[in-house]
């Protein structure tokens, strides 16, 4: 089969058509590359040029733009004001759990004052609304819409899929209202609930059309929605599908006219929900966790051709045993050989992940994949 360029790669996974190689990407934890390079990876290579990964990303800045300053720093960890309008401690250069101090919309006046931050300034000297490094703790300015028109071209020079990630309405919302108070929201005031969700998605698709008449194109966009727990749903099905889901089926509508890819990352549980989201034009769902039971095979099994996956590796595996994390790419990794899979974790990679076991883990994927390819 000919050599494939990343890009190439990646459409021939979305469409099932066969790859030449495992399609592969991954995310990190914000201090597993650093502990990586004090373990024997190089320090001058990126990550995706030195383990071959496939895709590229660019992050939208979606935020109501709140001020966002540093609050203290201390006994290892850093509490600071977010864009998105919460307060958040966590430890300094690494990733880990999120303590949520404050969020600025209190009640219905506050959303009042808050909602107008979620447009788009029509002022063509006003930052960009999207940068190559992530919106999560994004301490620096965002670029201007010319550096970050270049920033998308070098990303284009590297012949990798180009994905464009933001929220998703939900995990927006929570940022600046608080989970619990969105939940209670749900039962109380379920219109409000839509008015953020609905406020939010025409930022989204605003920022989207603004980067396409920059000549911005991404290959595909991701939805970061968090809405499982292991076991359920943060919320219930029908709650979602009446105050969420039209606002995703907005983004949806907007993505297949400008033959844009659909992906979405939800951690947990979310079976109930994704015939929804294969009806706004889901075409890939990503992380697959297996401590909610999930296993690509059998969802494979399920979907058919209507709904590719990226990930479902067990960072447990990882972890323990050799060999049961053989045994485990053994019995996921040949899906891959008719498109439709794109290997990685299933969730990220944390930094107890040894960098020769993560080395060994895509070398052994890859073998496998080829192996497969040639029975």
């Not at 190689?21 to 914000?30: A, G, R, S, T, V």
């Not at 992530?134 to 028109?149: E, G, K, N, R, V």
């Not at 989204?204 to 292991?230: H, N, S, T, Y």
Request: with cysteine; hydrophobic share 35%.
């Amino acid at each position: 089969m000919p050599h494939m360029t990343s890009r190439e790669r990646i459409f021939a996974a979305l469409d099932f058509h066969p790859p030449d190689q495992l399609p592969c990407h991954e995310m990190f934890w914000d201090d597993t590359i650093p502990t990586w390079q004090q373990q024997g990876m190089p320090a001058d290579v990126h990550p995706s040029d030195y383990f071959g990964l496939d895709v590229a990303w660019m992050y939208l800045d979606t935020s109501p733009q709140c001020p966002q300053r540093q609050l203290r720093r201390e006994g290892g960890y850093i509490t600071y004001q977010d864009r998105y309008g919460c307060t958040i401690t966590k430890p300094i250069d690494k990733s880990g759990s999120l303590d949520f101090r404050h969020h600025v919309t209190t009640d219905r006046n506050a959303w009042d004052k808050l909602k107008p931050r979620l447009t788009l300034s029509p002022d063509p000297n006003a930052p960009a609304r999207i940068d190559d490094a992530s919106y999560f703790a994004h301490m620096d300015p965002y670029p201007d819409w010319p550096t970050a028109q270049r920033k998308y071209r070098a990303l284009r020079d590297t012949n990798r899929y180009v994905l464009f990630r933001a929220y998703g309405p939900w995990n927006a919302a929570w940022r600046h209202r608080g989970m619990e108070q969105l939940m209670m929201d749900l039962i109380e005031s379920p219109d409000w609930v839509q008015d953020m969700a609905e406020t939010y998605q025409s930022l989204v698709i605003a920022i989207l059309q603004k980067c396409l008449d920059l000549g911005m194109r991404p290959d595909g966009f991701i939805m970061f929605e968090d809405l499982g727990w292991k076991k359920s749903m943060l919320i219930s099905p029908q709650a979602w599908r009446s105050y969420l889901l039209p606002s995703v089926q907005r983004v949806g509508q907007f993505l297949r006219d400008n033959r844009i890819d659909f992906w979405t990352h939800s951690d947990g549980a979310i079976e109930p929900i994704i015939d929804d989201l294969i009806e706004c034009g889901l075409k890939l769902l990503n992380p697959l966790e297996t401590a909610a039971g999930l296993n690509v095979v059998e969802m494979r099994r399920r979907y058919g051709r209507r709904l590719a996956f990226w990930g479902n590796i067990a960072v447990k595996n990882m972890l323990g045993p050799q060999e049961a994390l053989r045994a485990e790419i053994h019995q996921k990794v040949p899906i891959a050989r008719q498109g439709g899979y794109i290997f990685g974790s299933d969730h990220s990679i944390p930094p107890q992940v040894r960098f020769e076991r993560y080395r060994w883990m895509l070398a052994e994927a890859r073998a496998c994949f080829l192996a497969t390819t040639r029975d």
